[in-house]
């Protein structure tokens, strides 16, 4: 789909702040309100902007840290479907935040997010292992996020997350 100037002017502002009322980023790009509204609701409706979203810094929360682990998946891809059947199997596990289809050694990345590292432990060997078109996995746990869509993240003595926007 080809967007105009404005269009993408609208979508990368969206992109680094989905709070900002229609009105500000109408006088931003230079349109009213009214075609400002209506090129986003346009992008909606085309699934240009497929949804917004928050970053929570679950850190701050008390008992709610938990553990995110990003998993190199290598799959055997099957005969006329490749590897999209074995990557909606994955995808459709509630514990799953992002499948993404890789280049290289491993095939599939997948990011899943748990209380504990036993929870995703148990998940790899129950769940991901077992599937048919598995061959192997590589796990690698998230110690501590510097930056994370766009926003950079600084800590304190505590080493409790401080976000500073980009």
Do not use: C
Not at 24 to 42: F, R
């Amino acid at each position: 789909m080809q967007l105009s100037e404005k269009e993408l002017e609208i979508l990368e502002i969206l992109e680094h702040d989905s709070r900002l009322p229609l009105d500000s980023i109408a006088k931003m790009v230079d349109l009213s309100e009214k075609e400002t509204t209506e090129v986003v609701e346009k992008l909606e409706g085309k699934k240009v902007i497929v949804q917004y979203s928050t970053d929570i810094n679950w850190r701050r929360v008390d008992g709610h840290e938990g553990v995110t682990a990003m998993i190199d998946v290598k799959v055997t891809p099957k005969r006329g479907v490749g590897f999209d059947e074995i990557a909606e199997r994955i995808y459709r596990f509630e514990e799953v935040k992002a499948v993404y289809l890789m280049s290289g050694t491993y095939d599939l990345s997948v990011t899943i997010e748990g209380k504990s590292m036993s929870q995703i432990a148990n998940f790899v060997s129950e769940k991901l292992s077992t599937l048919d078109s598995v061959v192997s996995t590589t796990t690698h746990f998230i110690m501590k996020k510097y930056k994370h869509d766009g926003t950079i993240y600084e800590y304190d003595d505590d080493d409790k997350r401080i976000v500073v926007s980009p």
